[in-house]
């Protein structure tokens, strides 16, 4: 049942991916799938679509499970690691040692603001929204507090800006990232004894507390994975904007929560599939380039996802197979 | 179902190959990226790019920009510009530092790059500022102190800490009341409003609690004043505490017909749009701008032109626009 | 059946249920030590914040929020979560300014307050429905309309300021229940406007306490399933709940608008996660069930308040987010290790 | 309006007349491809208990369920006092008089008492019109009233408490309330006593009598024979959705009724032959939590079976939760093969080789909508690897293909959700969880709550066979011929103190019983 539910999500988002694509290359006269196009939206999706896996961890963890500190925290690793990487490595004179320290530090306080949300949710008891909209303002405040609100500017690092910005067989290196993220997570849910423990735990807390699973244990390691994931989208972020700043993607938290409610995600805890988290974003990306690129209002967008993910809701609760001719043949 | 799958893939790969063929028009494109969509500063904005694609023929102006005030979605927007091979992009940055990569991958493909409000951006080719910041701070500054009788305490906000020129501003407005006017006491200085007016009212309410003998606010962000001059107008204090900072005039009259804000300044964001897209044609030609060059756009009749940071040149004009109760009816918008 | 023998079945009725504290029956007076706690050390630090000017800035700037947290307080205690309620308010009070001032510019207010009742009423109502229907969690279904709606909104309505307001809201924002004129001069004001919260907060009290409304949101919020099999309709419950957080979200809109005299199509969307934590903060949990009244204003006010001393008790500006979340950390994981036994 | 629902309660001239109060005739029901009830006709007449009984899987739910108007049938009608429905809602069936008690008791957990109680009644009172005032004074007038009724205390403080902190027994009792509190002219309980000891199921049983005197119909469902035959009344056997037998209890003999639920000859028998025991594997000394039981001394030694009984109170269900890591002990010790071991968490009992299948499946043992393989699995997916750390599926599915034949579970495939499974399979899943520890103590806490007759059966088959393996057992339950049947010794509690240890295999069971009752027994018969 439950499979065969997650199933037809994904061909619902995949049939969405499909339905937008040909639209837009059809309305755009081919431009669309132009490599130039591809790149941009492959380079554009994985900063979010990273954040809205570690928001969709969080979820599957139950109890009311959610992150909402990741874009603060993703905006805190680059500034910490931007204010304080120079004073040890020159950015022009050792740019790879900038960029290894730059990204180990950034991930770094990922990993320690990861383990403070932990922390708290599991050894605070607190509730897990209240947690995290608490540290997501902490993270904030001290991005803005370290560098008086303005943007931490790196430069041009050959090596760090390569991440964001260079391709790897004509694909955006961030892509390959969040193919790699996507493909980490879900083989690791589906496969490891984290995975299982995890949708166990978020399915049903008490039994899996009766049956040996460290609970405190197994929160504290997602939060602070949460939390690493943030940071490598911070990182991301550094180095496809050259700087850090803390309001960067203020719009990204609403939107990372979308993603993965559209992913076919239960807020409840203990369900959640990496691969239609993929396809949930790659459809919201390519509904917002579409757009860019006819030129009608991101409000229009905003409008259009909702009405999509109330569509989604709608499609795993009726058969949505009669419309199918429908949308087969567009344009 | 897998099989349509299949066939719309097939389908998808046919039209892809069909829209490569299809040819772009000749017509050269100028795309104005504006920080947030909708509001009243840039629909004026807007005025002006529609103005100057109407008055040149082979030049197509389409103004765009995110819905939300969010440095990331105005980055998306451009990348996607990028993208759809636009001729060249004017911006008003939200966030300058945060596109620099973004401006060279664009000029890196010819695409020319005009910028405003951002003298600190590097990857440009020609930045247009209205004004110095510093000195815009300042003019505000002078306007308070002579209305405060250059003494007691005053203080500055700021829409956020994040917003470059709002910083300078307030920073300019606080150098020059040090030099200049020593029985004047900055307290509390850069309180953030959120470029909200209902946040700017509240935090003008606690400064006043804060410091019942208070003289002056002078505000950062457009919506400051409003909030500040509902304070007071509430307090009962129009007229007796004094008010400037940047405004517009139509979203300020009322407060200015009341006495709650004393004075506004301004630039005029059409003739900002005009000045960037004329910069941008100037580039697409194959030309620049020097230094005492007349654009033909009010206030920016004699330019001075100075090297910017990166590789560009920063354009400067005397577009500021002061404004009190007497003469803000002559400003449309 | 002897007393002795009912006496001694009932010691064991009550045998194994643990003695509840006062904090643990009553978890919104934590809340209240808190406020007290919190004006007690801005106060020693900055005696001006010992002013009733204090108190009706407070006041004020609770009104709206605190409408949205009731709101939000029925809907948690159903065992739902709304995020679409500042949507839903932002396109009441702007498509209705915008109607008025095109088409009735001399509207009486009570006209445009209940048309922003209504329409938010149908909003939240159409929320109610979907979440019934569709058998989907509340977040994903609202969500979903939070987008819809502000989209729809800024792409159709309208995205320019409205600096002037109709007069008749113009008017009602300027009531003042209650003046005073300080030492120095200035005048604090306290505006009729928490009048409306006053009446909500009444409204709601009656309608969780007194009516079977009431017990039906609650014993929906502890179990869903059983409350459907007990007789209660929880399609009319669903509805009920979210119809009355647009309910009071329209008419937040409406004061909200009326208060700060502009009508701003970008204004309150973003801040609903506040009110959440500020109901949440007041004694309700976030799994349902739970939540008074009094204890979501007490919340409301809490936040209220760490939110309008920062200035008073002398933080800068580039650090107040920090105390602002640490305060909300601390206040939480107190209230959390409280809740245990 | 105060009325003394006590005399009241059921007061119809359908009593007298001896006409059925409620007739279900012809009754079908298919889920997808099952015929749940295959035109299953009954008649209920007012002041007399009927046991609905069968195995699961047999319809007894699901006639419930149409009954009190939750599923609507897809043939036949009912007919409730006179009216004919070809289907119920909920508040039909409330409005007609029917109440049902669910195994859930059907409680709110946050609301209070008196509202668990009395709230019912109004909403029946106003049609479900949910926005009418409730009346506060008549609410609590109601309650007293019924819970004096239902022997309950009916002060302010117990009808203001929330339902889901009382204990389980006083739960029951408030459920009945409910039912004297609507006038319920027909009371429909889903195994009532599973979850109560004893003493609290003769209370219970007093107070069904009670309702029976005064004119209500009852219906239980039960898989706990001897209670049936304590109670008296009628029987109704369903078995494969068709109703098989139906008449006085008395006339049936406990095989008979046993053939005629599962179709096959059972007979209740010491499952116990006597074993060689090896040495000590636990051994408790002085354990003590604080607030529930003090100076606990037993030893167990390998092979054996021990059962553990007591009254709700007597600390037993702490014992069990301090010997499983989930509440730690305060004082004294525990060893595992001789090693003093302190549990803090469960997992730390697990390493140690205890296993705990708690007395609550659905809420603390099984992950309900999780496949049987992971269920199987939870404990040990650390021995299930394969490359790179990662789970090897085939290890996984080898377990749970073993387990099901191991523990005989009826499941055509180890990736459908538990809870497709019936009471007993999924029990079994529980135990087929421990068992893969390859654990040196199984505590079995409540085995056989909700399990149907074929189904306990096996379980005890494979309890014995997994000692005569050289597995120690403990079995803490209510069940007093459980405990007969399948231990070695009997050890029982009483308000936190071990207060005696029997023989098995000497011990009567009227003997037991009395040692458990003990002298509150004689008190509240004074």
Same mark, same amino acid.
């Given at each position: 049942m439950k499979e065969w539910f997650s199933d037809r999500h994904l061909v619902f988002l995949v049939a969405m991916n499909v339905v937008v694509v040909l639209l837009a290359t059809a309305v755009s006269g081919g431009l669309f799938i132009d490599i130039d196009n591809l790149q941009s939206m492959g380079g554009q999706v994985s900063e979010l679509g990273i954040l809205a896996i570690a928001v969709m961890l969080a979820m599957i963890s139950g109890n009311g499970g959610i992150d909402l500190s990741v874009v603060a925290l993703a905006n805190l690793a680059g500034v910490v690691a931007g204010l304080v990487v120079p004073h040890f490595f020159s950015p022009d004179d050792a740019p790879v040692a900038f960029t290894l320290g730059f990204v180990g530090l950034s991930l770094l306080v990922g990993a320690a603001g990861g383990l403070i949300n932990g922390l708290l949710i599991a050894r605070?008891?607190?509730?897990?929204?209240?947690?995290?909209?608490?540290?997501?303002?902490?993270?904030?405040?001290?991005?803005?507090?370290?560098?008086?609100?303005?943007?931490?500017?790196?430069?041009?690092?050959?090596?760090?800006?390569?991440?964001?910005?260079?391709?790897?067989?004509?694909?955006?290196?961030?892509?390959?990232?969040?193919?790699?993220?996507?493909?980490?997570?879900?083989?690791?849910?589906?496969?490891?004894?984290?995975?299982?423990?995890?949708?166990?735990?978020?399915?049903?807390?008490?039994?899996?507390?009766?049956?040996?699973?460290?609970?405190?244990?197994?929160?504290?390691?997602?939060?602070?994975?949460?939390?690493?994931?943030?940071?490598?989208?911070?990182?991301?972020?550094a180095s496809r904007t050259s700087s850090a700043k803390w309001d960067f993607g203020s719009s990204y938290l609403m939107i990372a929560i979308l993603t993965v409610v559209m992913a076919g995600v239960k807020p409840e805890g203990g369900y959640g599939r990496a691969l239609c988290l993929f396809f949930s974003a790659t459809t919201l990306q390519v509904m917002s380039s579409a757009f860019n690129l006819v030129g009608i209002s991101s409000f229009f967008r905003d409008m259009a996802w909702g009405a999509l993910l109330l569509l989604s809701l709608a499609s795993s609760r009726f058969d949505l197979r009669a419309f199918w001719p429908l949308i087969r043949s567009p344009g | 179902m897998n099989r349509k799958l299949i066939c719309s893939a097939l389908a998808l790969a046919f039209l892809g190959a069909a829209g490569t063929l299809y040819a772009q028009g000749k017509q050269q494109t100028i795309t104005t990226v504006v920080k947030i969509t909708g509001i009243a500063w840039f629909d004026r904005m807007e005025a002006g790019v529609k103005e100057f694609g109407t008055q040149n023929a082979g030049i197509k102006t389409e103004q765009t920009g995110p819905g939300q005030a969010d440095a990331a979605q105005q980055l998306r927007v451009i990348e996607d510009l990028i993208a759809k091979k636009v001729d060249a992009l004017a911006v008003v940055p939200i966030d300058p530092a945060a596109l620099e990569p973004v401006f060279k991958k664009a000029m890196s493909r010819g695409i020319k790059v005009v910028t405003h409000e951002a003298d600190n951006q590097k990857n440009t080719m020609v930045d247009v500022e209205a004004f110095e910041n510093a000195a815009y701070g300042a003019r505000i500054n002078d306007r308070l102190a002579k209305c405060m009788g250059e003494a007691g305490k005053w203080t500055s906000f700021v829409g956020s800490l994040g917003m470059q020129s709002h910083v300078q501003w307030a920073e300019g407005g606080a150098a020059n009341a040090a030099k200049k006017y020593p029985k004047m006491q900055l307290v509390d200085a850069k309180t953030e409003s959120n470029n909200d007016a209902t946040k700017a009212y509240e935090k003008a309410k606690e400064l006043l609690r804060k410091h019942p003998d208070i003289k002056g606010f002078q505000g950062g962000s457009s919506v400051d004043v409003l909030g500040i001059g509902r304070a007071l107008e509430e307090a009962g204090l129009q007229g007796k505490v004094c008010v400037f900072g940047t405004g517009l005039p139509s979203e300020t009259a009322k407060y200015l017909e009341s006495g709650a804000i004393n004075g506004i300044a301004f630039w005029d964001p059409k003739d900002a749009g005009l000045a960037m897209n004329k910069i941008a044609k100037l580039l697409l030609d194959g030309k620049t701008v020097t230094d005492g060059m007349d654009l033909g756009i009010k206030g920016y009749d004699k330019v001075k032109v100075t090297k910017g940071p990166g590789g560009g040149i920063v354009v400067k004009g005397q577009a500021w626009v002061?404004?009190?109760k007497s003469n803000y009816k002559q400003y449309p918008f | 059946m002897n007393a002795v023998a009912s006496a001694l079945k009932g010691g064991s009725h009550m045998a194994g249920v643990p003695h509840r504290g006062f904090f643990a029956r009553h978890p919104e007076s934590f809340t209240l030590v808190l406020i007290v706690a919190v004006s007690v050390i801005v106060g020693s630090i900055n005696p001006n914040f010992f002013e009733l000017s204090t108190v009706f800035d407070i006041l004020r700037s609770s009104t709206v929020t605190g409408l949205f947290?009731?709101?939000?307080?029925?809907?948690?205690?159903?065992?739902?979560?709304?995020?679409?309620?500042?949507?839903?308010?932002?396109?009441?009070?702007?498509?209705?300014t915008k109607a008025v001032l095109g088409y009735w510019p001399e509207a009486p207010f009570i006209v445009i307050i209940v048309s922003g009742a209504i329409i938010g009423t149908l909003l939240g109502a159409c929320n109610g429905y979907m979440v019934h229907r569709l058998k989907a969690p509340s977040l994903i279904v609202t969500i979903g309309t939070q987008y819809l709606l502000r989209?729809?909104?800024?792409?159709?309505?309208?995205?320019?300021?409205?600096?002037?307001?109709?007069?008749?809201?113009?008017?009602?924002?300027?009531?003042?229940?209650?003046?005073?004129?300080?030492?120095?001069?200035?005048?604090?004001?306290?505006?009729?406007?928490?009048?409306?919260?006053?009446?909500?907060?009444?409204?709601?009290?009656?309608?969780?306490?007194?009516?079977?409304?009431?017990? /039906?949101?609650?014993?929906?919020?502890?179990?869903?399933?059983?409350?459907?099999?007990?007789?209660?309709?929880?399609?009319?419950?669903?509805?009920?709940?979210?119809?009355?957080?647009?309910?009071?979200?329209?008419?937040?809109?409406?004061?909200? /608008?009326?208060?700060?005299?502009?009508?701003?199509?970008?204004?309150?969307?973003?801040?609903?996660?506040?009110?959440?934590?500020?109901?949440?903060?007041?004694?309700?949990?976030?799994?349902?069930?739970?939540?008074?009244?009094?204890?979501?204003?007490?919340?409301?006010?809490?936040?209220?308040?760490?939110?309008?001393?920062?200035?008073? /008790?002398?933080?800068p500006s580039t650090w107040q987010k920090v105390v602002i979340g640490a305060f909300i950390l601390l206040a939480g994981a107190v209230f959390a290790t409280r809740g245990k036994k | 309006m105060p009325i003394d629902t006590s005399t009241q309660v059921g007061n119809s001239s359908l009593q007298d007349s001896g006409q059925p109060f409620l007739s279900a005739v012809g009754i079908h029901k298919r889920f997808g491809g099952v015929h749940a009830l295959k035109g299953v006709s009954l008649d209920i007449v007012p002041g007399e208990i009927y046991h609905l009984l069968g195995e699961n899987g047999c319809g007894k739910s699901t006639l419930i369920k149409i009954i009190s108007g939750a599923q609507p049938p897809d043939e036949g009608h009912l007919i409730v006092a006179g009216r004919t429905y070809s289907e119920l809602k909920p508040l039909d069936s409330l409005?007609?008089?029917?109440?049902?008690?669910?195994?859930?008791?059907?409680?709110?957990?946050?609301? !209070?008492?008196?509202?668990?109680?009395?709230?019912?009644?109004?909403?029946?009172?106003?049609?479900?019109?949910?926005?009418?005032?409730?009346?506060?004074?008549?609410?609590?007038?109601?309650?007293?009233h019924a819970l004096e009724a239902a022997g309950l205390?009916?002060?302010?403080?117990?009808?203001?408490?929330?339902?889901?902190?009382?204990?389980?027994?006083?739960?029951?009792?408030?459920?009945?309330?409910?039912?004297?509190?609507?006038?319920?002219?027909?009371?429909?309980?889903?195994?009532?006593?599973?979850a109560l000891t004893q003493r609290e199921v003769d209370n219970l049983i007093r107070v069904i009598e009670g309702l029976r005197a005064s004119g209500v119909a009852v219906l239980f469902v039960s898989h706990k024979l001897d209670e049936c035959y304590a109670i008296g009344g009628q029987v109704i056997i369903l078995r494969d959705g068709e109703k098989v037998a139906q008449g006085p209890i008395a006339d049936y003999t406990k095989s008979q009724l046993m053939q005629l639920m599962t179709g096959k000859q059972l007979e209740g028998r010491r499952y116990r032959a006597n074993a060689n025991w090896g040495e000590i594997v636990l051994d408790v000394r002085n354990l003590g939590v604080a607030g529930a039981f003090d100076g606990v001394s037993f030893a167990l030694r390998r092979g054996e079976i021990l059962g553990l009984t007591g009254l709700l109170d007597s600390g037993r269900n702490e014992l069990a939760l301090a010997l499983a890591g989930v509440r730690p002990a305060d004082r004294g010790e525990i060893r595992v093969d001789n090693e003093v071991q302190h549990f803090k968490t469960p997992a730390e009992a697990i390493a140690k080789g205890i296993g705990y299948v708690p007395e609550d499946r659905l809420s603390e043992g099984l992950f309900l909508d999780k496949s049987i393989r992971d269920n199987?699995?939870?404990?040990?997916?650390?021995?299930?690897?394969?490359?790179?750390?990662?789970?090897?599926?085939?290890?996984?599915?080898?377990?749970?293909?073993?387990?099901?034949?191991?523990?005989?579970?009826?499941?055509?495939?180890?990736?459908?959700?538990?809870? !497709?499974?019936?009471?007993?399979?999924?029990?079994?899943?529980?135990?087929?969880?421990?068992?893969?520890?390859?654990?040196?103590?199984?505590?079995?806490?409540?085995?056989?709550?909700?399990?149907?007759?074929? !189904?306990?059966?096996?379980?005890?088959?494979?309890?014995?066979?997994?000692?005569?393996?050289?597995?120690?057992?403990?079995?803490? !339950?209510?069940?007093?011929?459980?405990?007969?049947?399948?231990?070695?010794?009997i050890l029982l509690m009483r308000k936190g103190h071990l207060a005696g240890e029997y023989d098995a295999a000497t011990l009567q069971e009227a003997d037991l019983y009395h040692a458990l009752i003990g002298d509150d027994a004689e008190e509240v018969r004074a």
């Open positions: 605070g008891r607190m509730t897990p929204i209240l947690a995290t909209l608490g540290t997501q303002l902490l993270f904030t405040g001290l991005a803005v507090g370290l560098t008086n609100g303005s943007a931490v500017r790196i430069g041009y690092v050959e090596a760090l800006s390569a991440i964001g910005n260079e391709t790897l067989f004509n694909v955006p290196i961030p892509f390959l990232i969040f193919i790699a993220i996507v493909a980490l997570v879900g083989f690791v849910l589906k496969r490891s004894p984290f995975g299982i423990r995890l949708f166990l735990m978020g399915t049903n807390p008490k039994a899996a507390r009766y049956a040996g699973i460290p609970e405190n244990r197994m929160l504290v390691f997602t939060y602070t994975f949460c939390g690493i994931l943030a940071a490598i989208a911070g990182i991301i972020i | 002061d404004a009190d | 947290a009731l709101g939000v307080l029925i809907v948690l205690a159903a065992g739902g979560i709304d995020v679409s309620f500042t949507a839903i308010a932002v396109l009441c009070m702007y498509a209705i989209g729809f909104l800024l792409t159709f309505v309208g995205t320019l300021f409205f600096m002037v307001i109709p007069q008749s809201m113009d008017n009602f924002g300027r009531i003042a229940l209650f003046n005073y004129r300080s030492a120095t001069g200035a005048t604090a004001i306290l505006p009729a406007s928490v009048l409306v919260l006053a009446l909500a907060a009444a409204v709601t009290w009656f309608l969780l306490n007194r009516t079977l409304m009431g017990r /039906a949101i609650y014993a929906m919020g502890g179990s869903l399933a059983i409350a459907e099999r007990l007789g209660y309709n929880v399609r009319v419950v669903h509805v009920f709940a979210f119809g009355y957080v647009g309910l009071l979200a329209g008419i937040g809109g409406i004061v909200h /608008a009326s208060t700060i005299r502009l009508a701003s199509p970008f204004d309150l969307v973003g801040t609903e996660l506040d009110v959440i934590a500020a109901v949440i903060l007041g004694g309700a949990r976030i799994t349902g069930g739970t939540g008074t009244v009094s204890g979501t204003l007490l919340g409301v006010i809490l936040v209220t308040l760490i939110n309008n001393v920062m200035i008073l /008790a002398g933080v | 409005g007609a008089g029917i109440e049902t008690v669910y195994q859930d008791l059907s409680l709110i957990p946050n609301l !209070s008492v008196a509202e668990n109680v009395a709230l019912t009644e109004q909403l029946v009172a106003t049609n479900g019109r949910l926005l009418r005032r409730y009346d506060r004074p008549t609410l609590a007038q109601t309650a007293v205390p009916s002060d302010a403080r117990f009808r203001d408490t929330p339902v889901e902190l009382l204990p389980i027994a006083t739960r029951q009792l408030v459920a009945i309330a409910r039912a004297i509190a609507t006038k319920a002219r027909m009371v429909i309980m889903d195994e009532p006593t599973t199987v699995a939870t404990a040990v997916l650390d021995r299930l690897l394969g490359r790179f750390g990662m789970l090897d599926a085939g290890k996984g599915d080898d377990l749970a293909a073993r387990t099901i034949k191991d523990l005989q579970i009826a499941a055509p495939n180890i990736r459908l959700p538990v809870q !497709s499974l019936s009471g007993g399979n999924q029990q079994r899943v529980l135990i087929g969880r421990w068992l893969a520890i390859e654990p040196r103590v199984l505590v079995l806490h409540g085995p056989t709550v909700g399990v149907d007759v074929g !189904s306990k059966d096996t379980i005890y088959r494979i309890v014995q066979r997994l000692a005569e393996n050289g597995l120690t057992v403990l079995i803490i !339950s209510d069940d007093l011929p459980e405990l007969l049947q399948n231990c070695d010794r």
